[in-house]
Nanobody
Framework: QVQLVESGGGLKQAGGSLRLSCVAS????????MGWYRQTPGKQRELVAT???????NYADSVKGRFTISRENAKKTMYLQMNSLKPEDTSVYYCKANVQVRSWTVRVDYWGQGTQVTVSS
């Protein structure tokens, strides 16, 4: 019943910027940790950045200093500001959220369908 929808992907030249958004909807009591991941064909899923409900962030070394993760709890929305894009950033980016749908239920991870980011040189 919980749905995560990513948006903001597209085609950019190296050095450009994109802002990805992830909006959670459905039956949601609370959202705990959230994160952005990326995956390319033939490779394992890679953690890009995470953010806790309190706003504590963590970044992969490859994006540190270029990407910024943030969230607006009232809007159930998470963002990834991507600056100084490089061709190696090309991937499908996925949103993940740890969600408690009711006060009496356990927390469960939910994933979005992904948004394509392509960076040309």
């Amino acid at each position: 019943q919980v749905q995560l929808v990513e948006s903001g992907g597209g085609l950019k030249q190296a050095g450009g910027s994109l802002r990805l958004s992830c909006v959670a909807s459905g039956s949601i009591f609370s959202i705990n940790d959230m994160g952005w991941y990326r995956q390319t064909p033939g490779k394992q899923r890679e953690l890009v950045a995470t953010i806790s409900s309190a706003g504590i962030t963590n970044y992969a070394d490859s994006v540190k200093g270029r990407f910024t993760i943030s969230r607006e709890n009232a809007k159930k929305t998470m963002y990834l500001q991507m600056n100084s894009l490089k061709p190696e950033d090309t991937s499908v980016y996925y949103c993940k959220a740890n969600v408690q749908v009711r006060s009496w239920t356990v927390r469960v991870d939910y994933w979005g369908q992904g948004t394509q980011v392509t960076v040309s040189s």
